[in-house]
């Protein structure tokens, strides 16, 4: 019998990350799930067979080690990382801060390649796979979206660069952007709709989707489905693929 495939997903405490965590648990993974929220980690990975809680701030230039050593260490061996951590604040560019801009690259950005970075030796010995999950704001720029859009846009530009390492090296490197998604963001999102316009929730969701030009929002299994897919053996041809999940938002070619 196979020995079981083990991945890390950051940002596993909730939305898609958790989703993403869920779904390969559920596929016989076994699942390092990192995330700042410790309690909500914990919570997480005691619902899920052969996974693992390891509480770390990705922006900390330590953590991705040790989070890549704790996997190693738990499950001896690393097949997939999943970069899904990290959140940007959203607001008039003239209003946002070099903290923010700091802070929105620091997670999600250097984050994912402190990570990849750390995981890469292992993942190359295992012939394995890295997915990132950046977002459509990086292919459709928003005046309200712009440190999001800025880090969404580098986070495909690396997938391409190590898409072309990874070729020469064993290693799949591949990227989903999530278009509107039922997370807790979305759900800000229709909040503000709602404040701004008046609207009761149910109106503002129709509203923010007839802004975006999709039939429905999507769900972060959705989204864990197609990761599913890039790290399973249908998805081996798949090196370097910028996947948009957005339910057709996207309409350039």
């Known amino acids: 019998?196979?020995?079981?495939?083990?991945?890390?997903?950051?940002?596993?405490?909730?939305g898609i990350g958790l989703a993403i965590a869920e779904r390969l648990a559920?596929?016989?993974?076994?699942?390092?799930?990192?995330?700042?929220?410790?309690?909500?980690?914990?919570?997480?990975?005691?619902?899920?067979?052969?996974?693992v809680a390891h509480a770390a701030d990705l922006r900390d230039p330590a953590?991705?080690?040790?989070?890549?050593?704790?996997?190693?260490?738990?499950?001896?061996?690393?097949?997939?990382?999943?970069?899904?951590a990290g959140a940007t604040q959203r607001g008039d560019f003239l209003e946002l801060s070099d903290a923010a801009w700091e802070d929105g690259f620091a997670l999600k950005l250097h984050g994912a390649v402190?990570?990849?970075?750390?995981?890469?030796?292992h993942l190359r010995d295992a012939g394995g796979s890295v997915v990132m999950i950046a977002g459509v704001g990086g292919r459709v720029a928003s005046a309200d979206f712009t440190i999001g859009g800025s880090v969404n846009a580098a986070l495909m530009n690396l997938t391409k660069a190590l898409a072309d390492k990874g070729v020469a090296e064993g290693v799949r490197v591949n990227c989903i952007?999530?278009?509107s998604i039922r997370t807790g963001r979305l759900e800000g999102r229709i909040a503000t709709v709602m404040k701004e316009k008046g609207l009761d929730r149910d109106a503002a969701a129709a509203e923010l989707a007839r802004?975006?030009?999709?039939a429905r929002f999507g769900e972060p299994a959705e989204i864990a489905g197609v990761v599913?897919?890039?790290?399973?053996a249908d998805g081996a041809y798949l090196?370097?693929?910028l996947l948009d999940v957005d339910g057709g938002w996207v309409r350039a070619v």
Do not use: C, H, Y
């Not at 019998?1 to 909730?14: D, L, N």
């Not at 991705?64 to 970069?83: I, Q, S």
């Open 1 to 14: 019998m196979a020995e079981p495939r083990a991945a890390i997903v950051s940002g596993a405490s909730r």
């Open 26 to 51: 559920a596929d016989g993974w076994r699942v390092l799930l990192a995330a700042r929220s410790g309690e909500a980690l914990a919570e997480a990975a005691a619902r899920l067979p052969g996974a």
């Open 63 to 84: 953590a991705a080690e040790g989070a890549v050593a704790a996997a190693v260490k738990a499950f001896g061996r690393l097949d997939l990382v999943v970069n899904s």
């Open 114 to 121: 402190r990570l990849t970075r750390a995981a890469w030796p």
């Open 177 to 179: 952007n999530p278009g």
């Open 211 to 214: 802004q975006t030009g999709v």
């Open 228 to 232: 599913a897919f890039l790290a399973s």
């Open 239 to 241: 090196q370097g693929a």
